[in-house]
């Protein structure tokens, strides 16, 4: 195994592109003969079938290759094979690549038959009960089954083929060991960049826009080398304003900054934050002490959360429990919190929406697993006495991992608005 630590830059928690493949490709090939078939256990799945196109790949697709196979090959194939007696095989029915190898068993043969022919041999040999492929009403990234490719496979399969996402869904939510502890690194960066920006090398009051502030960020992302997974969120809150975030308008001392940010490390770790930030004022040492009660209220609001999240619950009924404590409480709370991993806006529970708060339907049924990451993502709503008791809004974002049963924080910082 590398030695994460020695590669580390004193500066930046960014490796060396070469290392970050390693680093990716041996976490794959653990994931594929370690995790793959526990979960097809716990799923009840005994043969998982991923098929795709290039340019049409499955969103599964970018996590069952080594980070330097970026597309598929024509039709791109893999087949996950666990019988009753625990026998597990994990087969490429794809054209022959060696930089599968490591990976996958090879089981196609361009020069001796087609590839549908192959799907089929490898099924028969077999006999699973159904083959899983990815269809889902409610998970975007576990329906990436298409028409032409399912039409296809209907006689070559014979009645055996079956939409089933359970198995997408939870080998696209779930962390390894590794994974999450590198997890905290793609953090530090991610606030690295964050703290870089809410500063008077990059913020002039008076001069600053919202928007440069997020070009700031974009470029930043960019001179690493790594991915914004979308584009920053710059806006904020003045006295006498009547909008909870305004933005494309120029920075004034007094301002009360939010950003919302997020980037890609490591080929599939995303981070999701938001953190605030107080421009002083002339003559101020110290943020305005309303503002840090209402900020300590969604801090208190993000620990009542926290204290909801539990194995076997849906990410409904952690949502109602938060949500009742924290009125209980005398908090104004909204709650939207959401998977994140692989995918930004992950596979697994949604714990409310910003646009529904309430029972979500579908991926608000999802049941929450240890091991698995979130984008802690609320708000509180307080009035701050020296802006004339004016309502502000206190949104908040830490990318947490749950694992043990209990959540982790990745970073220490999520107790501080940042003095600008």
């Known amino acids: 195994m590398i030695n994460i630590m020695q590669l580390l830059s004193k500066e930046k928690d960014i490796l060396p592109i070469r290392e970050q493949y390693r ?18 256990r716990e799923c009840g799945v005994d043969m998982w079938l991923v098929i795709c196109r290039e340019y ?5 697709f970018k996590t069952l290759t080594p980070m330097l196979v970026k597309n598929a090959s024509r039709t791109s194939c893999f087949l996950f094979s666990l019988d009753a007696r625990g026998n597990y095989e994990a ?11 490591p990976f996958y068993k090879q089981a196609y043969d361009p020069k001796q038959e087609s590839q549908f022919e192959a799907i089929r041999r490898a099924v028969e040999e077999r006999s699973p009960e159904h083959v899983a492929v990815n269809i889902s009403e ?3 990234q576990a329906d990436g089954m298409t028409k032409y490719l399912w039409d296809q496979l209907v006689p070559v399969l014979d009645g055996k083929m079956a939409a089933d996402d359970r198995i997408a869904i939870r080998w696209l939510e779930t962390r390894t060991p590794k994974e999450l502890e590198l997890y905290p690194s793609a953090y530090r960066i991610a606030m690295d960049v964050l703290r870089e920006a809410y ?24 001179d690493m080398g790594l991915d914004a997974w979308f584009s920053p969120d710059v806006d904020l809150q003045r006295r006498g304003g009547s909008e909870e975030r305004m933005s494309g308008v120029v920075i004034e001392e007094g301002d009360l900054l939010h ?3 997020g980037l890609t490390y490591l080929g599939e770790l995303h981070t999701d934050s938001q953190r605030l930030g107080y ?11 309303g503002i840090l009660a209402g900020f300590a209220k969604g801090n208190r609001f ?15 009924q952690i949502f109602a429990n938060a949500v009742a404590q924290a009125k209980a409480e005398g908090l104004r709370p909204m709650l939207y919190s959401h998977p994140i991993g692989v995918y930004g806006h992950g596979a697994g529970p949604s714990i409310g929406m910003y646009d529904n708060q309430g029972f979500v339907p579908g991926h608000g049924e999802e049941i929450m697993h240890d091991d698995t990451c979130y984008a802690l993502e609320l708000n509180v709503t307080e009035q701050v006495p020296e802006w004339d008791s004016q309502d502000v809004c206190f949104m908040l974002e830490e990318t947490i991992a749950f694992t043990g049963g209990e959540t982790h924080f990745m970073d220490n910082g999520r107790r501080t608005i940042i003095a600008i």
């Open 199 to 222: 500063s008077r090398d990059v913020i002039q009051p008076g001069v600053t826009t919202t928007t440069d502030v997020e070009w700031f960020i974009m470029q930043r992302i960019n």
């Open 302 to 316: 993000q620990d009542i959360v926290r204290g909801a999240f539990q194995t076997g619950l849906t990410g409904n």
């Open 138 to 140: 409610d998970c975007a």
């Open 56 to 60: 049409a790949e499955d969103p599964v």
């Open 279 to 289: 421009v002083l004022r002339k003559g101020e040492t110290e943020i305005p002490a």
């Open 23 to 40: 680093i990716f490709d041996e976490i794959l090939l653990d994931r594929i003969q370690n995790l793959m078939p526990r979960l097809m």
């Open 259 to 261: 950003t919302d940010m």
């Open 91 to 101: 087969l490429s029915l794809s054209r022959p690549d060696p930089r599968l190898f």
